[in-house]
């Protein structure tokens, strides 16, 4: 099949699948609008931080298994792909206990650590704790998810995501309101991680019935230091992303303490950021079709078929980026009404929105960039892009600005960032493709 075909092919139900994982995010957000606390919006918006660290330590290993195994694939070593998933597998479930257990006894310090105040506290922490309790089935879960991407069955990932979904919209209002558990913020938590627990346990049917091309099973699992160094090599560069935005939110929100109405703009941040992670989701749901396709083309040495993936997947993440930034910006006063009626948070999320998507195409290039220089070997500059945007260079502006200009600054951190963001990017295109002419003619 034509590389902009198989790409699209398996694009299009990957992104499908994650838009019903954001599902998560956005709806338990409007449930917690229909409680009329600012508070209530604004503990959810604290908790986002550890969301997103979370997410990048699932990346680290599902992102590098997926790679890797696709590579194997590739090649043809099918018992060797089996052996990468079982053993990231295991090694997921026992990092998800861990995180589970380290976070729930360090929680009060976390959320303080990421701007939460005394008002909103108690609530965060009810939030908080079921998201540490669905670490246990998320970090597998992602895992078993990229195995499917990497041998293209594309169509159970989405019914466990979708199925994952749709309970959690059905659960939130019984868990949260008076009529049913009247349980609060934290029914809303409590919810998602019972939505989670049920996709994990339908991809790992799925797996354990031994129907797939990758097989996982007790004899594979073969834990070494090289295949662990490997996998987390290769995956670093796309959790790093993650962590860089958790620690951007994290410092936004600080930055946000000293201003007038300081909870407000947290709660309109909150917003805000869990309506980016739907734009997110589309260019990783772009990407996740674009790496199985470019990983087997490399793992195969078919260099003219990689560079033809690579050129769709460049001008389609562009294009895609300015879809939803042209959407966010037309939309971007009636989609934080959606969530919260308060003037004043409706305003600071409007221009909140607008400011992180006013350059959107940086996140898109720099992100494709970023999984290609992972999939041809170049870790270490995959490791460097996804430094760039939300860490090297958003952090100074996010740090200084605001103490000058208020909360103008917080406005005007992003765009500063994306604009060197896209210098760089542009300035590394030609020694990408010449990274992976080399890497593809020589021994991988």
Request: glycine share 6%; aromatic share 10%.
């Amino acid at each position: 099949m034509n590389p902009s075909k198989a790409i699209t092919k398996l694009a299009v139900p990957a992104t499908l699948a994650l838009l019903a994982k954001a599902v998560y995010n956005i709806v338990d957000t409007a449930y917690i609008g229909m409680l009329d606390s600012d508070i209530a919006l604004a503990a959810v918006g604290v908790t986002l931080p550890l969301l997103l660290i979370m997410v990048s330590v699932e990346n680290i290993f599902a992102a590098g298994a997926a790679v890797l195994a696709g590579r194997q694939l590739g090649a043809n070593d099918k018992n060797g792909a089996s052996r990468t998933i079982t053993t990231v597998v295991g090694l997921s479930i026992g990092i998800g206990v861990l995180l589970c257990v380290l976070g729930i006894f360090f929680i009060e310090p976390l959320l303080r650590a990421f701007g939460a105040s005394d008002a909103v506290l108690p609530q965060a922490k009810d939030y908080a704790f079921w998201m540490f309790i669905a670490a246990v089935f998320n970090l597998p879960a992602q895992s078993l998810n990229c195995a499917a991407r990497a041998e293209s069955s594309v169509k159970i990932s989405t019914i466990a995501i979708t199925v994952g979904a749709v309970l959690n919209v059905v659960l939130d209002p019984v868990f949260m309101f008076s009529w049913g558990l009247d349980m609060g913020v934290e029914g809303a938590s409590l919810a998602t991680t019972v939505s989670q627990c049920v996709t994990f346990t339908i991809l790992a049917w799925f797996y354990l019935r031994g129907h797939s091309i990758i097989k996982i099973k007790v004899s594979n699992f073969q834990l070494s230091g090289k295949l662990v160094w490997t996998v987390v090599s290769i995956g670093i560069p796309t959790a790093v992303i993650q962590i860089c935005l958790a620690v951007a939110t994290s410092l936004t929100n600080i930055a946000a303490k000293p201003l007038t109405d300081a909870d407000l703009i947290i709660a309109a941040y909150g917003v805000v950021q869990r309506l980016i992670l739907i734009g997110c989701y589309v260019i990783m749901g772009f990407m996740q079709g674009y790496q199985p396709v470019a990983s087997y083309a490399f793992g195969a040495k078919n260099e003219e078929r990689f560079h033809q993936s690579v050129r769709f997947a460049l001008r389609g993440s562009l294009l895609l980026t300015i879809i939803v930034a042209v959407v966010y910006i037309i939309l971007a006063n009636p989609l934080i009404m959606l969530f919260n009626q308060n003037p004043a948070v409706i305003e600071y999320g409007r221009w909140l929105l607008i400011s992180q998507v006013a350059l959107y195409p940086a996140f898109g290039m720099c992100y494709m960039m970023t999984i290609t220089f992972q999939t041809i070997g170049s870790s270490k500059m995959g490791l460097f892009l996804s430094l760039i945007r939300q860490g090297l260079f958003y952090i100074p502006f996010i740090v200084i600005i605001p103490r000058v200009l208020g909360v103008k600054g917080i406005y005007l951190s992003q765009p500063f960032a994306d604009i060197l963001t896209i210098v760089v990017c542009i300035f590394l295109v030609k020694p990408m493709k010449r990274i992976a002419s080399h890497n593809i003619t020589s021994c991988i």
